[in-house]
């Protein structure tokens, strides 16, 4: 079996509800380790970006509002961003995730015991989980950057950036 890592969102549905520590929980049965995570205030573009495969589904605009968490607002509107490593760990993680549609999800997964469909029709189901390797690496590259993650997952290189303004404690 081979080491994968995934991206994996505690979506704003999951915050708002206080389930961090419940989904933290069930994660934890697949033995996975953690090397990255990290709040976010998820941006329109990143949200678009994130889900450009669902771009022309009807839904699109109500899923890029959820994903931002604006049904629930301040202090719900983030998610909770974690890069999981392990053995055959996307299919182990999506299987505690459960099916997309939270109605047809296993009742004892994440999302069966959590989700919920809302009167707009959409999935509100708590977590996000990669879903293949291509997507789990275009998606850990699209939220983290390397010095994010505890080790180099994936080929780095170094570049200058010049004139850059940084914000730092005072
Ligand atoms: P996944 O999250 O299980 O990988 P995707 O097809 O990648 O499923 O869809 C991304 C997200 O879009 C889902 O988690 C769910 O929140 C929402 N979604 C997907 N399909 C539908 C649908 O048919 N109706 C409403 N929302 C949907
Ligand atoms: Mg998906």
Redo the contacts with the bound molecule.
């Keep these: 079996m081979a080491i994968e890592q995934l991206l994996i969102l505690i979506k704003p549905d999951g915050i708002k509800k206080s389930l961090t520590g419940n989904i933290l929980t069930k994660l934890s049965e697949a033995r996975m380790v953690i090397i990255g995570a990290k709040v976010v205030k998820v941006s329109k573009e990143l949200a678009e970006q994130h889900?450009f495969h669902?771009k022309d589904r009807p839904?699109f605009g109500e899923?890029v509002d959820y994903i931002q968490g604006k049904l629930y607002g301040e202090p719900y509107d983030r998610v909770l961003a974690l890069v999981y490593q392990g053995e055959d760990a996307i299919t182990r993680m999506r299987t505690l995730a459960g099916a997309?549609n939270p109605e047809e999800a296993d009742p004892v997964s994440i999302r069966g015991a959590y989700g919920r469909i809302t009167t707009k029709?959409?999935?509100e189901?708590v977590v996000?989980?990669s879903?293949d390797m291509s997507e789990a690496e275009r998606e850990i590259k699209l939220w983290f950057k390397p010095e994010e993650i505890v080790k180099y997952i994936y080929p780095t290189k170094k570049i200058t950036v010049e004139k850059e303004e940084e914000i730092v404690w005072e």
């Design positions: 889900y669902l839904f899923l997309t029709g959409v999935y189901n996000h989980c879903s």
